[in-house]
């Protein structure tokens, strides 16, 4: 005797368990009663099971049928939601998408690929904040957050998380600059350079560098008369040829291809700004929101900001500021 299940007869089971007669089974699914008993007793001849207890008043599940109707709940859950998402797949998304970034990044490079996105799926609006503080996602209504560092600590279990691209600070100066005070020639040179801190706290000017041939971490104290807590005025400085700074690539990368800013040891980079995205945790993703992640991922997979220097330097063509 072949023991298979299908569907239909995982659905039989719970409507009898549910109702707690043949004939409330049978009164739920439109047919007359002695089609129920003949559908459970071949079910259970099929088994080789009492799957079904008889009394004068209910029917209850053995067991053994109990067992199998708490499998058939989670088999069924599991064939509907793959049913929803099958239907899903064939829906264009539709609804608002709500993100945070922060301002540098997500008028640069995020802004931009959202546009692409909105455009290719005209009935999603999306709303981007731009802010240089991470929300409370879940409780400010965020559906995600496109950030430039992994958040760890407590928000790590409260959030998921995805590497979207790798990136890195560097450390970068004018030509200008080189040329009147020299160009480093060690990590320990720079003590004897005016650096250009972006004060985000109190250790900002404690630079942490990894050297990209064997990852060994080394760190430097650095100074110099100008810092602030705006990282696109310290770039500005830089540009002017006011000292030394350490910056993600996505940001200067434009500047570096022209020549407008050279490398200073290039053997070393701060490798702690990668791009993620960061989301409340949720019971399931809307398909707009797995849409719009996969379409991220892809745009940044390749790291665009490593622009060519031909490219960057084609006729009309400025440094991304």
């Not at 009492?50 to 599991?78: M, N």
């Not at 239907?87 to 709500?98: F, T």
């Not at 050297?211 to 770039?235: C, M």
Request: hydrophobic share 45%; glycine share 8%; net charge positive.
């Amino acid at each position: 005797m072949n023991p298979h299940l299908d569907r239909a007869d995982l659905e039989l089971l719970l409507a009898i368990r549910e109702h707690g007669s043949l004939a409330g089974a049978a009164s739920a699914a439109d047919v007359v009663p002695s089609v129920i008993t003949k559908r459970l007793a071949a079910l259970e001849a099929r088994l080789g099971l009492k799957l079904f207890q008889r009394t004068t008043r209910r029917v209850v599940p053995t067991a053994e049928g109990e067992a199998l109707c708490e499998r058939a709940l989670g088999l069924l859950a599991g064939f509907r939601a793959m049913e929803a998402e099958l239907q899903e797949r064939h829906k264009e998304p539709v609804g608002r998408i709500r993100l945070a970034a922060t301002f540098g990044f997500g008028r640069a490079w995020l802004g931009p690929a959202l546009a692409e996105f909105q455009a290719r799926h005209p009935q999603l609006g999306i709303q981007l904040q731009l802010t240089e503080q991470l929300p409370d996602l879940a409780v400010d209504g965020f559906d995600g957050a496109v950030w430039l560092w992994a958040v760890r600590g407590r928000r790590a279990s409260e959030w998921t998380g995805r590497r979207l691209a790798r990136n890195q600070r560097v450390l970068v100066a004018s030509p200008g600059y080189l040329h009147g005070r020299g160009t480093p020639g060690s990590i320990e040179d720079l003590a004897a350079h005016d650096c250009l801190v972006v004060r985000e706290n109190e250790q900002s000017d404690l630079w942490r560098l990894q050297r990209e041939r064997d990852r060994a971490e080394v760190r430097v104290r650095v100074g110099g008369p100008l810092s602030s807590n705006s990282g696109e005025l310290v770039r500005d400085w830089c540009l002017a040829g006011r000292g030394i700074m350490l910056r993600s690539l996505w940001d200067i990368a434009g500047a570096l291809a022209s020549g407008e800013l050279v490398r200073v040891l290039p053997a070393y980079a701060m490798a702690d700004a990668d791009i993620h995205w960061l989301a409340p945790h949720t019971a399931s993703t809307p398909k707009r929101i797995r849409l719009l992640v996969d379409f991220l991922a892809e745009r940044f997979r390749g790291e665009p900001w490593k622009v060519s220097a031909s490219a960057a330097a084609r006729p009309g063509s400025r440094p991304r500021r």
